[in-house]
């Protein structure tokens, strides 16, 4: 169908979207105007007072920017079933929720079906541009995605995770087979009840179809890595089920053992060749193109805090090109990636001028400050009026506003960007780090960013020790005065007590904020602590989200554990097996 179809729908897609990039401001205006006509009359644009306007001018005037705490009361309403069209004028039919790792608890959020229009959108534009770059004209893809269960609200509404929400709907499945290979998996899988079976399945499948498979994909580097971490466990295992061609026992679930089963049969000489290039493989470097030498990509989202995936990534990738997905959140879609030979780090995101409506809060430092990193920056930012799509400036940084279709309003994501550039008229977005995600004890303010930057200064280290990090988070101590940062780390096997040592020393080191470095030298942040953890208690965190309602798809490890999270908190704290305290700073 992608011969037939594809060329010719790709270079429509194209044309479509370099039109819209021409004139985004008209198109911006054009979305507003059809945002507020659908939904001019419901409950929350009635009380703003907006009295059926539909310009910018008056939108920004009457419409206040909000936090999802300020839309919280509506949504409940709409939750509860006391009024389903609180937000917008059409009854909203479905909740999404989101992943729950930045507040330790999920959000409810309005989902209906122009975001699922949307997310099509953005699937399509970003493929068209990709395939143009790496032709797939045929095959199959290996793909790692996994949907939760659906439960109805209160009010008789069905809620899922968005990406769960996105997967149940016949749009989606389309598309998928309009613009995308043939998964490898059965729908039996992907909708699997236990994502450790899928995955399971998952892997087996894509080993069948080893020389049909063009792209590997999940919707995180993290899923793509936790499958290959998992491959290194069971890999034995697949081969025999291969080679005698019944499936493992430790699939359970009749409809997922019934369909993979349609496709497995005795493949002795497959499974003879998996082993043959299993064994040969140097510390499982290069095992994506060893095992399935036709892939020619390996794609999901890689930003943010997904990039500390990236090395590992690469690893068992060898030579093969890593390329980022799109640029989105549980609230909706932003940009595409249309840039598509950029590596991960330097991934640009072209916004979609008719998904949403987009404002961008500029955030400048205080002219006096003597802070100079992007982190000092956070803290002695000034806010500024919102400007439009069009209005941005490059090279200056702005956090990210969004009106959508389903019934959001000036709300704001809490992500910082960076403007790159423009492609026509349309800004270019580089993610930098979500605001709310911060290390401070005192006048120190680190992100997300810089606490990765330090993580992986620090575990170069472990090299000489043949050891490896695995994942790691962090969070602020205050119970102990002054208060101080602790980072936890999972490593891969026993690394020396000098190592570790030289490696909690390097960590504190390498805050650059000078807050930070004040603070330290002064005492009045206390010495930098360094936990090593039980080999899988990240897995534990998983699940335990997963437990919550999250995804595996849609699941981002924490990187900075609150002090309301305090079940995390305590999986954490349970599996500590040493501690060390930095004296970097004497």
């Known amino acids: 169908m992608l011969d037939k179809v594809g060329a010719f729908c790709q270079e429509k897609v194209i044309e479509e979207f370099e039109a819209k990039s021409r004139d985004a401001g008209k198109v911006q205006d054009n979305t507003l105007w059809r945002i507020l006509h659908e939904n001019g009359q419901s409950e929350y644009l009635q009380k703003c007072g907006l009295g059926g306007r539909t310009d910018p001018e008056s939108y920004r005037a009457y419409v206040p920017l909000v936090t999802h705490a300020d839309l919280e009361p509506y949504i409940q309403k709409i939750v509860n079933g006391e009024n389903k069209s609180a937000l917008t004028e059409k009854p909203i039919s479905t909740i999404s929720l989101s992943s729950g790792t930045t507040q330790g608890r999920p959000k409810f959020l309005p989902f209906n079906d122009e975001l699922v229009d949307n997310t099509m959108q953005i699937y399509r534009t970003s493929f068209a541009y990709r395939n143009r770059e790496f032709p797939i004209k045929s095959g199959r893809a290996l793909q790692f995605i996994y949907s939760s269960k659906q439960f109805k609200t209160e009010g008789g509404l069905l809620a899922g995770t968005a990406t769960t929400n996105v997967y149940n709907t016949d749009q989606f499945k389309a598309t998928m087979k309009d613009i995308l290979s043939q998964s490898c998996s059965p729908d039996e899988v992907i909708f699997g009840a236990d994502y450790k079976q899928s995955l399971y399945c998952h892997l087996l499948c894509g080993l069948i179809y080893s020389d049909e498979v063009q792209f590997i994909s999940s919707t995180f580097a993290h899923g793509?890595?936790?499958?290959?971490?998992?491959?290194?466990?069971?890999?034995?295992?697949l081969c025999e089920d291969i080679k005698e061609g019944v499936l493992s026992s430790r699939i359970t679930i009749p409809s997922m053992r019934i369909a993979v089963s349609k496709i497995l049969k005795p493949r002795p000489e497959l499974a003879a060749t998996i082993r043959r290039k299993c064994s040969s493989l140097n510390n499982w470097y290069g095992l994506v193109p060893q095992l399935w030498p036709n892939a020619k990509y390996i794609y999901g989202i890689m930003t943010g805090s997904m990039e500390p995936y990236l090395k590992k990534l690469r690893h068992y990738a060898g030579d093969l090109p890593l390329l980022s997905s799109d640029y989105g959140s549980s609230e909706g879609w932003i940009g595409a990636n249309v840039n598509t030979r950029a590596p991960p780090e330097e991934a640009v995101f072209t916004v979609l001028p008719d998904i949403g409506y987009?404002?961008?809060?500029?955030?400048?430092?205080?002219?006096?400050?003597?802070?100079?990193?992007?982190?000092?920056?956070?803290?002695?930012?000034?806010?500024?009026?919102?400007?439009?799509?069009?209005?941005?400036?490059?090279?200056?940084?702005?956090?990210?506003?969004?009106?959508?279709?389903a019934g959001l309003y000036r709300y704001r994501l809490g992500d910082v960007v960076k403007i790159k550039g423009f492609y026509n008229s349309i800004p270019q977005l580089q993610f930098i780090c979500r605001r709310s995600l911060l290390l401070t004890v005192?006048?120190?303010k680190?992100?997300?960013?810089?606490?990765?930057?330090?993580?992986?200064?620090?575990a170069e280290l472990l090299a000489k020790d043949m050891a490896e990090l695995v994942d790691f988070t962090s969070y602020v101590d205050m119970t102990s005065d002054p208060g101080h940062y602790v980072v936890f780390w999972e490593i891969n096997q026993e690394a020396s007590e000098s190592t570790l040592q030289?490696?909690?020393?390097?960590?504190?080191?390498?805050?650059?904020?000078?807050?930070?470095?004040?603070?330290?030298?002064?005492k009045t942040i206390g010495?930098?602590?360094?936990?090593?953890?039980?080999?899988?208690?990240?897995?534990?965190?998983?699940?335990?989200?997963?437990?919550?309602?999250?995804?595996?798809?849609?699941?981002?490890?924490?990187?900075?554990?609150?002090?309301?999270?305090?079940?995390?908190?305590?999986?954490?704290?349970?599996?500590v097996t040493k501690s060390y305290l930095s004296t970097a700073f004497g």
């Open 358 to 405: 987009f404002e961008f809060i500029p955030l400048r430092r205080d002219v006096g400050s003597e802070e100079t990193n992007l982190t000092a920056a956070l803290a002695v930012y000034n806010e500024f009026e919102p400007v439009g799509l069009t209005e941005v400036k490059v090279g200056e940084e702005y956090e990210v506003v969004v009106t959508n279709f």
């Open 502 to 522: 030289d490696c909690c020393c390097c960590m504190d080191r390498s805050f650059l904020d000078a807050g930070y470095i004040s603070s330290r030298k002064s």
């Open 224 to 237: 793509i890595v936790h499958a290959f971490r998992t491959f290194e466990q069971v890999w034995e295992e």
């Open 446 to 458: 680190n992100t997300e960013k810089d606490l990765q930057l330090a993580v992986e200064r620090a």
């Open 442 to 444: 005192n006048v120190d």
């Open 527 to 575: 010495e930098l602590e360094l936990k090593i953890l039980q080999r899988g208690t990240f897995h534990r965190i998983l699940d335990h989200y997963l437990n919550l309602g999250s995804a595996v798809s849609q699941f981002k490890m924490p990187r900075c554990i609150g002090a309301s999270n305090q079940a995390v908190l305590e999986i954490l704290k349970n599996s």
